[in-house]
């Protein structure tokens, strides 16, 4: 058997659950397992070898990140293929998982609470339920592990919110919402050091780095990758992001993220 997890992950929680869920299914004894990222055009389009295919994603205001359904539509899958979806979120599902329905037909739906990188909206600990970030590692383990079982064993579970406020809130936000946040980025040149990184890091190679300074495009998703991975804590969108508190997976590095495989 052979299974294949495509992942977006801005901060790393989704790559974290994809790595302990793959895990889990090579432990059952599932079969060979691959994480493709998708932060950029993923290196691999065709799954068409895969016995089981899974997406695990953020909900960025209510849906899919900015990209990620126009990159799931050009993935081909084998008909008879086992599908999953598995969505991290803050506070709610959102229609995520909905969205991708319509795309390629999910056999499996779940999802997971964790810490939120959105931090100019609220803290990231403010998540559903409260928990601290060790005890949403503990969860997330756990939650792969009930994953796992349920993806090897091919179990059907097809029900998930659909909210008519969230796919609102979605379509507002992909339609440019997240273009107007994301050009209130700013790095302070007294803090910066020009390393790079958060050029590196932008899946949406929306960040130019010249001359130790750093210069913001527009066309940020807000994954939040370069504010959150800013060894120099940097890099803000002003107001309240210059007094909270950074997060970022502590089980994930920007170097993890920027691997097209995991």
């Avoid at 599932?30 to 950029?40: A, F, S």
Wanted: charged share 25%; glycine share 10%; net charge neutral.
């Amino acid at each position: 058997m052979k299974n294949v997890i495509y992942c977006f992950s801005g901060t790393g929680n989704c790559l974290n659950l994809a790595r302990e869920i793959k895990e889990e299914i090579v432990a059952l004894g599932g079969g060979e397992t691959e994480i493709i990222m998708m932060r950029k055009e993923p290196v691999k389009l065709d799954a068409t070898d895969a016995d089981r295919v899974g997406f695990v994603f953020p909900c960025y205001a209510g849906g899919l990140p900015g990209g990620v359904a126009e990159t799931i539509s050009r993935i081909r899958i084998r008909q008879d293929a086992y599908t999953f979806g598995i969505v991290s979120y803050a506070a709610y599902m959102g229609c995520g998982l909905n969205d991708i329905n319509k795309i390629h037909r999910l056999d499996y739906w779940g999802g997971v609470s964790h810490h939120c990188s959105c931090i100019w909206l609220f803290p990231h600990f403010m998540t559903m339920p409260m928990q601290s970030i060790e005890e949403a590692q503990e969860r997330n383990k756990e939650k792969a592990k009930t994953f796992a079982k349920d993806i090897v064993g091919r179990k059907y579970k097809k029900t998930a919110p659909k909210m008519l406020p969230n796919k609102i809130e979605s379509m507002a936000w992909l339609k440019g919402l997240q273009y107007k946040k994301g050009a209130k980025l700013q790095a302070d040149p007294d803090k910066c050091i020009g390393c790079g990184q958060c050029a590196n890091l932008c899946p949406r190679d929306n960040i130019v780095v010249e001359d130790n300074s750093v210069f913001f495009g527009d066309h940020c998703i807000n994954c939040l990758g370069c504010l959150q991975y800013c060894p120099q804590e940097a890099i803000s969108m002003g107001g309240l992001t210059l007094k909270r508190e950074r997060y970022h997976n502590p089980a994930v590095t920007a170097e993890d993220l920027m691997n097209e495989q995991n």
